[in-house]
């Protein structure tokens, strides 16, 4: 089944007088992986129901493969959403769970009939097919032993697993997902989201995942976007964000730990007259254990550094902040290196 693009077009929404989304705009490529990353309560969540259509915007549109959304029933989209809590049905086993959304789109209602619809002509091959699906799946996510139970006797993050294999399943044109592994431990995350990205590769289908996760952002995605207060503040490859972040808040997010914030003023060479002028910055260095001996320090297309700098610890803040201020003074037009994480924000 083919992928389909994704375009939202300038999308409002508020909730009373609270502003949660303000003229959001992007452009998700057919087989995209597109990961909405920021902080909680920016509207990442917000936006993914818009286009689920579970919430209507205020303003503007969404369009998938040329067809206008806004107008169009959730069921009837083609796509999949993967829920952060869970949304499964309590009264159903895990099998039958993942199975739902094909029972509900490949049999007729007769053929859901506990006892004759197996029988009726036709359905012993549609329910072989549903069968053989659910179980390829539940393999994937590692749920094959777990069929015959109830999400109440599941853990969290077994229930989480349930949730992402009901989605994968019936192969959408478009999947959805809202924090997938939040309630994964640490090596079962890291393990699904090794899957996600398999699968994706192998179905080719358009994704969009919400996080606040910088780590599981760059992992995955083509692309991400990152959100504060319900704008778009980037949309970059996560090494394009990492290298060249377009503020000091988006520089903020992305360190891990924390940044170091050193206010400086250093001199610019302009190509034209003026020759000289002196403007505010903000040298962004990330704190350790980021920085490593063999990271490299302003190695950019601004510095014109032939080669890494390796600095030894006791040396390391003062000669970063020495090779910076050296760097701005000859750099021409916008100041940005493209090393590991030495940056110079003009305020």
């Known amino acids: 089944m083919a992928a389909l693009d994704l375009h939202i077009d300038k999308i409002s929404k508020?909730?009373?007088a609270t502003a949660v989304l303000s003229d959001v705009s992007i452009r998700v490529a057919a087989g995209e992986f597109v990961t909405l990353l920021g902080p909680s309560g920016c509207g990442?969540?917000?936006l993914l129901r818009i286009i689920a259509g579970l919430e209507r915007a205020d303003q503007g549109r969404v369009h998938a493969g040329g067809r206008e959304l806004d107008s169009v029933a959730p069921k009837d989209r083609d796509l999949a959403f993967v829920f952060q809590s869970y949304a499964?049905?309590?009264?159903?086993?895990?099998?039958?769970?993942i199975a739902a959304p094909l029972v509900m789109r490949e049999l007729t209602s007769l053929e859901r009939l506990p006892v004759i619809g197996p029988l009726l002509p036709g359905a012993v091959e549609r329910n072989r097919s549903i069968?053989?699906?659910?179980?390829?799946?539940?393999?994937?996510?590692?749920?094959d032993t777990l069929l015959d139970r109830r999400p109440a006797a599941l853990s969290g993050g077994q229930r989480q697993r349930v949730a992402l294999a009901r989605a994968m399943v019936r192969?959408?044109?478009i999947f959805l997902m809202d924090e997938p592994l939040a309630n994964l431990d640490a090596?079962?995350?890291?393990?699904?989201?090794g899957e996600i990205a398999r699968l994706h590769?192998?179905?080719?289908?358009?994704?969009?995942f919400v996080t606040h996760d910088q780590a599981e952002a760059a992992a995955l995605s083509d692309r991400v976007a990152v959100m504060f207060a319900g704008e778009i503040r980037q949309i970059a490859s996560p090494a394009d964000l990492y290298r060249d972040p377009v503020d000091l808040e988006v520089a903020r997010f992305l360190a891990q730990p924390f940044l170091n914030e050193l206010p400086v003023t250093a001199p610019i060479t302009s190509p034209r007259p003026p020759p000289t002028k002196t403007v505010p910055l903000w040298l962004a260095v990330p704190a350790q254990p980021v920085l490593s001996l063999a990271s490299p320090i302003l190695a950019g297309t601004a510095c014109r550094s032939p080669t890494p700098k390796r600095l030894t610890p006791p040396m390391r803040s003062k000669s970063i902040i020495t090779a910076?201020?050296?760097?701005?003074?000859?750099?021409?037009?916008?100041?940005?290196?493209?090393?590991?994480?030495?940056?110079?924000?003009?305020?």
Not at 187 to 193: E, G, K, S, V, Y
Not at 324 to 347: E, H, L, Q, Y
């Open 14 to 16: 508020s909730f009373g």
């Open 201 to 208: 590769k192998e179905m080719e289908t358009t994704t969009v």
């Open 44 to 46: 990442k969540s917000t």
């Open 88 to 97: 499964l049905y309590p009264h159903l086993s895990v099998y039958d769970n």
């Open 324 to 347: 910076a201020i050296s760097c701005m003074t000859r750099a021409t037009g916008p100041i940005s290196s493209t090393g590991c994480w030495t940056r110079a924000i003009v305020s």
């Open 131 to 143: 069968e053989a699906r659910v179980r390829q799946t539940s393999a994937l996510l590692k749920l």
């Open 187 to 193: 090596a079962l995350r890291i393990h699904t989201r």
């Open 171 to 173: 192969k959408p044109k």
